[in-house]
C-alpha cells in the first residue's frame, strides 16, 4: 500500500484544464457540402465561358477593325493624316484631297513605281481625275506645275503621266539643278435656296461670337454616332458637302484623330431625314509647304533620296519644294425659295462649333476639299 506525502497537493497536468473543442465544430455541416459543390461547379463553369468568349470577342473586334481598314479608302487615310499633321497649327484650314493625290501620284512617277509607300494614299481613279470643273455659279480648279532644270531630261513615264493629268512643265527663267512642285486647288461655291441668319458660335466654352450663318433646308443623310454628328447634303450642279459636327465644343481635336473611323461607320449608318441645316460662311486659304508633311505619311525616303528614276539610270536630282495650297470660298446665293414646309422639317443642325467639311462632285471620285472650321473670319 502506498502512503501519501504529506503536505504536496496533487495536481492535474496544465493541458487538463484548457476547454474541450469539439472537433464537429470545425467541420463542415452536411447541408451545406451540396452547396459549396454547386459554388465550385459555377465557378468552373464562368471560368470555362470566359476561355470562350473572350477570344471569340477579341477575335470579332479584331476582324471588325480589319473590316474597317478594308473599308476605308485612299482618300479617308490621307485625310486622317493630313488633318493629324496640321491642324493644331492654325483654327482654319484647307487642303485638296484631289490635288495633293495628283502631286503623290506624280512622286510616284518621278520615283519610278517603287515607293511602294505611297499606294496606301493613291485613289486608283486618280489618273482619271478631271482637274477642272465649271458648273453654273461653282467652278474648282486643280493646277500643277513641274519645274526642272533645263539640263534634265524627264523620263518618258512623268512626261506621259504629266500630260495625261494636266500637269505643267515648266523650266526656270534661272535654271538651277533642283526639281520643285506647286499644286494649287481653289472652290468658289455658291449656295443657292438659302435663308440667312445670326447664330451664336462656340469658339470655346467662354467664347461666344455672334455670326451670320447659311440656312439650308430639304432631305439630307445624316447618322448620329459617338462623339458626333454627320451631315451630308446634296447642292446644285452635282456638288455635295459632308459635315463632321462633334456633340460638344471640345472634342474637334478626338473627331480628328478618329476621323478615318468616323468616315466609314457613318456610310453604313445614314438616314435620309427632312433638316434644316445652319452653316456659317466663310472663306478660308492656305499654303502648305509639303516636305514636312511627307515625312509625317512616312514618305521621309521619297525627298531624302533626292533621286529621279531614268529607265535604268538614277539621277541625283533634289527635290528641293513642294508646295500644296488651297483655297474654299462658301457664300450664299438666291434666297430661299423652297417648296419644304419648315413644320416637315425633322431636325435643325447648327454648325456652332468647330466643325470638318469635306466637299465633293458627282464627277469625280475624290473629296475636292477638305477644311477645317473653327474660328469665325
Given at each position: ?8 497537493i496533487t ?44 477570344p471569340?470577342v ?17 482618300s479617308d ?8 499633321h496640321?491642324?493644331?497649327?492654325r ?5 485638296s ?12 512617277t518621278l520615283r519610278g ?6 499606294l ?11 482637274k477642272q ?50 499644286n ?7 449656295i ?22 447659311l440656312g ?20 446644285q450642279?452635282g ?22 473611323e ?6 453604313s ?6 433638316v434644316l441645316?445652319?452653316?456659317p ?11 514636312p ?13 533626292n ?20 483655297r ?50
Amino acid at each position: 500500500m502506498t502512503v501519501p506525502v504529506v503536505g504536496v497537493i496533487t495536481r492535474k497536468p496544465p493541458w487538463r484544464y484548457m476547454p474541450e473543442i469539439s472537433a464537429t465544430r470545425f467541420s463542415v455541416s452536411g447541408s451545406l457540402r451540396p452547396k459549396i459543390g454547386l459554388l465550385l461547379l459555377l465557378v468552373l463553369v464562368v471560368l470555362s465561358v470566359c476561355l470562350l468568349v473572350v477570344p471569340l470577342v477579341t477575335q470579332l473586334q479584331a476582324d471588325k477593325r480589319a473590316d474597317l481598314i478594308t473599308l476605308r479608302r485612299p482618300s479617308d487615310v490621307l485625310i486622317g493624316e493630313f488633318l493629324r499633321h496640321v491642324w493644331r497649327s492654325r483654327p482654319n484650314l484647307v487642303f485638296s484631297p484631289a490635288g495633293f493625290s495628283h502631286v503623290l501620284y506624280l512622286l510616284h512617277t518621278l520615283r519610278g513605281n517603287k515607293q511602294s509607300g505611297l499606294l496606301k494614299y493613291i485613289d486608283p481613279q486618280i489618273s482619271s481625275v478631271k482637274k477642272q470643273i465649271n458648273k453654273g455659279n461653282q467652278s474648282f480648279l486643280v493646277d500643277t506645275t513641274l519645274k526642272s532644270p533645263p539640263e534634265m531630261a524627264l523620263p518618258p513615264a512623268v512626261i506621259q503621266v504629266a500630260l495625261a493629268s494636266g500637269t505643267k512643265l515648266n523650266v526656270p527663267s534661272n535654271p538651277s539643278n533642283q526639281l520643285s512642285i506647286t499644286n494649287t486647288n481653289s472652290l468658289n461655291l455658291v449656295i443657292d435656296n438659302v435663308e440667312v441668319s445670326e447664330e451664336d458660335f462656340f469658339v470655346s466654352s467662354k467664347n461666344v461670337k455672334r455670326i451670320p450663318m447659311l440656312g439650308v433646308r430639304g432631305g439630307m443623310k445624316v447618322a448620329v454616332l459617338k462623339d458626333l454628328t454627320v451631315i451630308e447634303t446634296g447642292l446644285q450642279d452635282g456638288f455635295s458637302l459632308t459635315i463632321l459636327l462633334p456633340d460638344r465644343v471640345n472634342r474637334l481635336g478626338a473627331v480628328v484623330d478618329n476621323i478615318q473611323e468616323y468616315l466609314v461607320s457613318s456610310r453604313s449608318s445614314l438616314e435620309t431625314k427632312n433638316v434644316l441645316l445652319k452653316i456659317p460662311q466663310f472663306t478660308i486659304e492656305d499654303v502648305h509647304p509639303s516636305l514636312p508633311i511627307l515625312e509625317s505619311l512616312g514618305l521621309k525616303e521619297l525627298v531624302a533620296g533626292n533621286l529621279l528614276s531614268q529607265e535604268e539610270n538614277v539621277v541625283n536630282i533634289p527635290l528641293t519644294n513642294i508646295t500644296h495650297s488651297a483655297r474654299i470660298q462658301l457664300s450664299k446665293g438666291k434666297d430661299w425659295v423652297s417648296a419644304v414646309d419648315s413644320e416637315a422639317t425633322e431636325a435643325m443642325v447648327v454648325c456652332d462649333r468647330g466643325f470638318i467639311l469635306n466637299v465633293q462632285h458627282q464627277d469625280h471620285p475624290l473629296p475636292l476639299l477638305t477644311a477645317i472650321y473653327s474660328q469665325p473670319n
